[in-house]
């Protein structure tokens, strides 16, 4: 089926400093979504692209899909102890399910 | 306030016991959805449904049941069949294709021993 490849799979960082995390699909994609995982909670949902070379923004985390909609980024700006947590991508696959990507842990020194 | 509730939150079962997870919602979504989360890992889906009395299979379905009798309510039973039960378990719901996607429950901590 459907598969994602999420890169880094960890990363650390000083408070203050930015955050990429990225999705790569051998297949082009009609969607992806991204979600955030708090540490000892739940996925929650954060936003969903769909157009190729998609931006979206909310705050500090900028959000993009590719022109050839088979990569996706998420970036934080300036990142704060409040962005800990284990970011994850995911796509649609037949019958409209979602394939989660393997995630991104993000631990901030403060 | 809308939303998904799992319960219980921490359970813990001798091997060779089956065991149900409750998952409902009063979101009025269509489709809901088993995952299974180890350690330091991704999602991995168990079963789904997107109808009530209709269900598929996910990528891990082995040792495990569910059943989509009400609208609301989508219970996970882990068999005695299932080789590592011992995970966290998420459930989710979505609206009909999940493009607005999806809402998760706080999750069960299930440890067999």
């Known amino acids: 089926g459907q598969q994602v490849m999420q890169i880094p799979q960890y990363q650390h960082v000083q408070e203050g400093e930015d955050f990429t995390t990225y999705c790569n699909s051998s297949?082009?994609?009609?969607?992806i979504q991204w979600y955030k995982q708090r540490p000892g909670g739940h996925p929650v949902f954060l936003i969903q692209l769909v157009k190729s070379g998609e931006v979206k923004k909310q705050k500090r985390l900028t959000f993009q899909f590719g022109e050839a909609k088979k990569n996706s980024s998420l970036h934080i700006t300036a990142t704060q102890t409040t962005d800990v947590g284990t970011y994850f991508c995911?796509?649609?696959?037949?019958?409209?399910?979602?394939?989660f990507g393997e995630g991104t842990q993000l631990t901030v020194n403060p | 306030d809308g939303g998904i509730t799992q319960s219980p939150k921490y359970l813990f079962r001798k091997e060779g016991q089956n065991v149900t997870l409750s998952c409902e919602q009063n979101?009025?979504?269509?489709?809901m959805y088993w995952y299974r989360q180890d350690p330091g890992q991704g999602l991995r889906l168990i079963y789904y449904s997107q109808i009530v009395n209709d269900f598929q299979k996910g990528d891990i379905a082995e040792g495990y049941s569910v059943s989509r009798e009400k609208k609301e309510s989508f219970p996970l039973t882990v068999t005695s069949a299932q080789k590592n039960p011992t995970a966290f378990y998420l459930c989710?719901?979505?609206?009909?294709?999940?493009?607005?996607?999806?809402?998760f429950g706080s999750g069960t901590r299930l440890t067999v021993v």
């Open positions: 979101l009025n979504h269509d489709a």
């Open positions: 297949t082009t994609l009609s969607n």
């Open positions: 989710a719901s979505s609206a009909r294709g999940g493009h607005y996607g999806y809402t």
């Open positions: 995911a796509v649609e696959t037949s019958g409209s399910r979602l394939t």
